[in-house]
């Protein structure tokens, strides 16, 4: 494990980079990174399981902090997807120069919100060579009028409304609780993580209500994507991920799990490793002599 850093858009990130185990010196590994959700940062249990993971599986990987995430620089609690968009694209740049890297095998697995930067980092950036998304979503507003049924949606787009006003008469961005933006039920917010940040700008509410993996993730293809999603998620609704699915080109595969809800990486669930695993043995393998013998 080593503490690295980065650049992107002239901004210090914070990463952590794992080798495998069985790592010799001399050797290029492909790489995964791994993306965390929504105000989290590299410590949460969906980047560190992950990691731990495919690291044991033969891979380089990487976990860092989004700009104003954790301990990187930036507007903190400002979250812009397409500027995480970038800082992905920008992680993409370091590992190629690293030289444990192969740089043309970097790969990308991220959880809710960063499975939709995933999703979408991957669409528009033809470096990356896989794509795996965790409880993701592909529309910002069709997926916030399922997290905010009923009279709940004129409450949020009110909010969303009055950040646009707030900033227009004083020029500063009004703070919105993170539950009034992203609800979560209490019994599952023990998963976020030591320093998830708990109050946001209306500009991110905004962002993500605008953001459309949708729309791009047919450009993936012909590179591997694998969708994952609980079958009933009570973060964000399962379809989502069968919207894309429907959208993607191939190879694309789908897999909804009745056992786990939203953090699936988090609960450490077997069945989810598994299909996981038996993916990237196919489409995206630790070894390229792998890859002959498929």
């Not at 740049?93 to 930067?117: K, Y």
Request: proline share 5%.
């Amino acid at each position: 494990m080593e503490k690295v850093s980065f650049e992107s858009d002239g901004l210090t990130l914070s990463g952590t980079l794992n080798l495998p185990p069985d790592y010799k010196p001399g050797e290029k590994r492909p790489a995964i990174i791994v993306l965390h959700g929504f105000g989290s940062n590299k410590s949460s249990g969906n980047v560190i399981g992950p990691c731990a993971m495919l690291s044991k599986r033969g891979y380089v990987t990487l976990g860092f902090d989004m700009r104003g995430c954790g301990e990187s620089e930036g507007k903190r609690a400002n979250l812009i997807c397409l500027e995480q968009v970038r800082d992905t694209s920008s992680a993409v740049t370091f590992l190629q120069s690293r030289p444990e890297v192969d740089g043309g095998r970097i790969g990308l697995l991220g959880s809710s919100f960063g499975a939709a930067v995933a999703v979408y980092t991957g669409s528009v950036d033809e470096r990356v060579g896989a794509v795996i998304s965790s409880g993701g979503w592909g529309n910002g507003e069709r997926k916030f009028r399922g997290q905010h049924p009923g009279a709940a949606w004129d409450k949020f787009t009110n909010m969303l409304a009055e950040g646009k006003r707030h900033r227009e008469q004083t020029g500063e961005s009004l703070m919105v609780p993170r539950y009034d933006i992203v609800p979560i039920p209490p019994e599952l917010r023990g998963h976020l993580a030591a320093g998830a940040i708990l109050e946001f700008t209306a500009e991110t509410a905004q962002s993500m209500f605008d953001f459309r993996a949708d729309d791009v993730v047919h450009r993936m293809a012909p590179r591997p994507l694998l969708l994952l999603h609980s079958s009933v998620d009570t973060v964000t609704p399962t379809e989502q991920s069968i919207e894309m699915f429907k959208r993607a080109g191939q190879p694309c595969d789908l897999h909804l799990f009745a056992e786990t809800d939203h953090f699936m990486f988090a609960d450490s669930n077997v069945r989810v490793h598994s299909v996981v695993f038996d993916w990237l043995d196919r489409y995206f393998p630790a070894r390229v002599a792998e890859i002959a013998a498929a």
